[in-house]
């Protein structure tokens, strides 16, 4: 069974900080993808960024971008120059098989302070 | 664009009571999850239709909920008899192929059963 543990409930960083949101996962496919999604206080869940676990460079979009341990099974995500945008609940989430259905973290509620 | 929408936004209803909850995926977009987070625990996969066919209904909780995807455009999940530990946030995703795809997430509908 898959299982992906988020190890931090909540997070706070300085506005202009960098902040890293841990994340962890176990998985029995051999081909997979990992995912980080942002939901906002407004609710409307958004991908940030994700990682086939196929590729070794990892993935970057813009100030977000993971470090990703395939060995480790570890994923977290790191937010360069946090924004008072940022400040939302993470979770990470990992998918595989044949339906792609998505396995979630408990998430980590992230607040920036201005 | 439009994004994938979710109807009602949110609902009030008495343990016993019966709910429909409707999902418009994004147009064009075969695959269809619904997901569920009951008291601020981790996001749960419920089922998944490609086109209007239920490709795995694993995490479905049990025959309480009915969902439906005539057409293979809109879905409807249906619980009835609701009971109170069906509150929660259920929410809609869409994705155009299964394998290795985003999936886009809708605002969700926030259930509460008294």
């Known amino acids: 069974a898959q299982t992906v543990t988020q190890s931090q409930p909540e997070m706070s960083v300085q506005e202009a900080e960098t902040v890293t949101l841990s994340c962890t996962y176990d998985?029995?496919?051999?081909?997979?993808?990992l995912f980080w999604y942002k939901q906002p206080p407004s609710r409307q869940m958004i991908l940030v960024i994700r990682?086939?676990?196929?590729?070794?460079q990892n993935a970057t979009e813009n100030r977000f971008s993971v470090n990703f341990q395939k060995a480790a099974k570890s994923f977290s995500l790191k937010i360069s120059d946090s924004q008072l945008g940022d400040a939302a609940m993470y979770f990470c989430?990992?998918?595989?098989?044949?339906?792609?259905?998505?396995?979630f973290g408990t998430g980590t509620l992230l607040a920036v302070q201005p | 664009e439009a994004g994938v929408t979710q109807f009602p936004s949110h609902s009030v209803i008495e343990k016993g009571q019966t709910v429909t909850l409707r999902c418009d995926p994004i147009s064009g977009h075969d695959n269809l999850y619904w997901y569920r987070r009951v008291m601020g625990k981790e996001i749960k996969f419920l089922l998944h239709?490609?086109?209007?066919?239920?490709?795995?209904e694993s995490g479905m909780p049990n025959n309480r909920f009915l969902a439906e995807r005539t057409g293979g455009t809109y879905s409807t999940l249906k619980v009835q008899p609701a009971e109170l530990e069906d509150s929660g946030v259920y929410f809609c995703a869409s994705s155009q192929e299964a394998s290795s795809e985003t999936q886009y997430f809708g605002p969700g509908t926030r259930l509460l059963v008294l």
């Open positions: 998985t029995s496919e051999s081909d997979y993808y």
């Open positions: 990682q086939e676990a196929y590729k070794q």
């Open positions: 239709f490609v086109k209007e066919s239920k490709q795995d």
């Open positions: 989430a990992s998918s595989g098989g044949a339906t792609n259905k998505l396995i």
